[in-house]
T-cell receptor
Framework: AQKITQTQPGMFVQEKEAVTLDCTYD???????LFWYKQPSSGEMIFLIY??????QNATEGRYSLNFQKARKSANLVISASQLGDSAMYFC???????????????FGRGTQLTVWP | DTEVTQTPKHLVMGMTNKKSLKCEQH?????MYWYKQKAKKPPELMFV???????INESVPSRFSPECPNSSLLNLHLHALQPEDSALYLC??????????????FGPGTRLLVL
């Protein structure tokens, strides 16, 4: 089974509007971390936001917030006030806490291509 | 500063060539990673180094040979590659590998074309 599922291959949003990118995950480990990365066409993967499984509050970083619903195993990324520069591929990723050491392994979803139009 | 640098940015090589990709970070990170990414796909983990020791090799063919000369540097030596090895090669680093929150910071990648 896939550990990270991103069901939206592509999303379109108008500039200045908010957009939600979906991510669901699958793990039986009570300890895990969830990450979102942005990858523009230039190729670099840019870290956006992190949510730990034990974090009580949803993570926020500037215009990015993570809508974390633990019971539903979802970790959706919300981008507020979209900008043209937000057009990129967005990846959701997870680390599990197996045996207290994950050896750094990140499981990535297939990504969502976001296009912001004027 | 969360900068990971990679050289070269682009590389074209023949199947008989030997080349190397270089990755460098000066953030004091002790874990470094190589990923391979094909177009429109997520990155695939190739190797993980922790404290300069190889801790994960994801059954990568021996024509890819990683090397970690010190905690700041990571190389990927390429020899006798195949056209299907053409991809974006991403390097990443993190403080360590044991804590859940340790974020991997990526470099800009090397776009490799094998002819």
């Amino acid at each position: 089974a896939q550990k990270i599922t991103q069901t939206q291959p592509g999303m379109f949003v108008q500039e200045k509007e908010a957009v939600t990118l979906d991510c669901t995950y699958d793990t039986s480990d009570p300890s895990y971390g969830l990450f979102w990365y942005k990858q523009p066409s230039s190729g670099e993967m840019i870290f956006l936001i992190y949510q730990g499984s034990y974090d009580q509050q949803n993570a926020t970083e500037g215009r990015y917030s993570l809508n974390f619903q633990k019971a539903r195993k979802s970790a959706n990324l919300v981008i507020s006030a979209s900008q043209l520069g937000d057009s990129a591929m967005y990846f959701c990723a997870m680390r599990e806490g197996i045996g207290g050491s994950t050896l750094g392994r990140l499981y990535f979803g297939r990504g969502t291509q976001l296009t912001v139009w004027p | 500063d969360t900068e990971v640098t990679q050289t070269p940015k682009h590389l074209v090589m023949g199947m008989t060539n030997k080349k190397s990709l270089k990755c460098e970070q000066h953030m004091g990170h002790r874990a470094m990673y190589w990923y391979k990414q094909k177009a429109k796909k997520p990155p695939e983990l190739m190797f993980v180094y922790s404290y300069e020791k190889l801790s994960i090799n994801e059954s990568v063919p021996s024509r890819f040979s990683p090397e970690c000369p010190n905690s700041s540097l990571l190389n990927l030596h390429l020899h006798a590659l195949q056209p299907e090895d053409s991809a974006l090669y991403l390097c990443a680093s993190s403080f360590g590998t044991s804590r859940m929150s340790e974020t991997q910071y990526f470099g800009p990648g090397t776009r490799l074309l094998v002819l």
